[in-house]
């Protein structure tokens, strides 16, 4: 089922460049580091991805849908905040704890979706405001402090293991699963790619477009939440401070993966192509005792080269 | 067959009126050409009807069904297609998500690609319509292609109304000769087709009845018979 559709993305974006350039990342580090093929490592790789994964698949719909959205790392730094404070306050734990964020992230994205419906201001504007917003909330309602020492069990979350992978990474990978069969199989999915390939045309066609948006930043936020319960069980703490700049990341993976900045085209398989190549880069580059200093560098110079790769691609555009 | 009725429709654009007082019948069966002059109000008027745009005034009917504040997801249902003059189409999409676009066919709730791949050869193939491939984007089909992919999807789930703004500008001759022959198929079966057009030889080889518009008023509406081709010209252009 996957292979055909796998195959057919190649051919629609720039999926194959992307591919192509991780397996090439792959090889430098395996010759590199011997630590970096190792089966623990490569877990490693998706464990720490989890967290921009998951917000990079939300961000998949935004952008296929014409959008930015720049708050989603905020909004994940707030939910991380909310959940970690329900889990201390209120005692809440497991699924419990995981509604709370989702529906954090979910509220914030009702309020971007139904703020851009009503300002018909681009959505860039509206969650650069939420952006601030959002994040000086869960400042706000920390006083500024993170939330640590969270009880023993929603720390373990984290722990939990099936198969040899973390649950963190399992949920990130349940999560492309979802946004997969989603954005392919559905008529939501549809409607997305279709509203960024063209608003005047899904409006004539009679696509109810401000739904359509209300529905799409909802489902990104829910993403975000989730990825916000991810970071608190992760570092065990409830951060305000959680995830700074995380919103470019993620608009670079799923840039990364070929999809189209201004709507109408993009892919699950080119987004979880594009966090892996930033999470590849990452640990790589930790391997080979990079500073991180270069390592904000090196995310610059592969996006800009994942550029220039996708002009001799199959479809440049 | 339902008449399709506007009654002292007006529409404005901010403080300019674009459509004043349009009172108007079309029967089914027949084709109406509306003609004019570059912002005469003729897309504007079709916009309307399908819903795109609502009336600051007046009444918009099909049969029973009042149309006047429906939205185009309304007017789809109830059997009005329109084919844009921008053609409405998604060109980053294949041929088949722009045949369904917005009616995608689902089946538990999931799309169903293989009923709508073979359905739309199927209706691709018996309107005559050959397209080099079905999965390529549309926006690398040519005019003349693209057309008809926005002619095939307005007639994909049988239209009681068509309404055609331009639907012969981007084509070749013998595309042309082929718009006009399914204009009359279209008519024989009975639908009300709506066609506006500024190739006046294009509008008198299909209409019944040809309607000017100029500065959004009606100022001539007659049986192409009692009509011509300089008199259609003269009521355009006269001040
Ligand atoms: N969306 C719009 N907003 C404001 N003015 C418009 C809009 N659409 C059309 N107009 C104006 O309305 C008039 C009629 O336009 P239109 O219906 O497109 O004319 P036609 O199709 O006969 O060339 C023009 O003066 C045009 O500038
Ligand atoms: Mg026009």
Redesign the pocket.
Known sequence: MFAKEFLRDINKTSLLQCIVFLLAMCLFFALNSSAFISPINLCNILTASSVIGLMAVGATFVIASGCIDLAAASIMALSSVTCAWAAQNLHYDGLALVGIAVATGALCGLTSGFLINFTKAPSFIITLGMLSISRALAFILTGGIPIYGLEERVTKIAEMQWFGLSLPALIMLGGMLVGYLLLTRTRFGAHSLLLGDSQAASEAMGLRVPLLRLAIFVLAGCFSGLAGFIFMARTNSGDPSAGMNYELTVITAVVLGGANLFGGRATIFGTLAGVLCLGVLQNGLNLMAISTFYQTLFIGIVLILASLLRRFGPNNG | MAELKLRAVKKM??A?T?LQDISVEFAGGTVTSIV????????????TIAGV?HPDKGEIELGDLKLTHLGPHETREAGIEMIY?DLALAKQHDVISNLYFGREKTRFGFLDQKAMTENAQAVLETMGTKLPSLTKPVGLLSGGQQQAVAIARALLFSPRVLIM?EPTAALAAREIEHTLDLIKRLKERGLIVIL?SHRLNDVFAVSDRIIV?RS?MIVADKSVHETSMQEVVAQIMSA
Not at chain 2, 36 to 47: E, F, I, P, R
């Open positions: 654009f901010g300019t674009v004019g002059d570059n912002g005469a109000g003729k897309s504007t008027l079709c916009k745009y003059q703004d506006i518009l959004g």
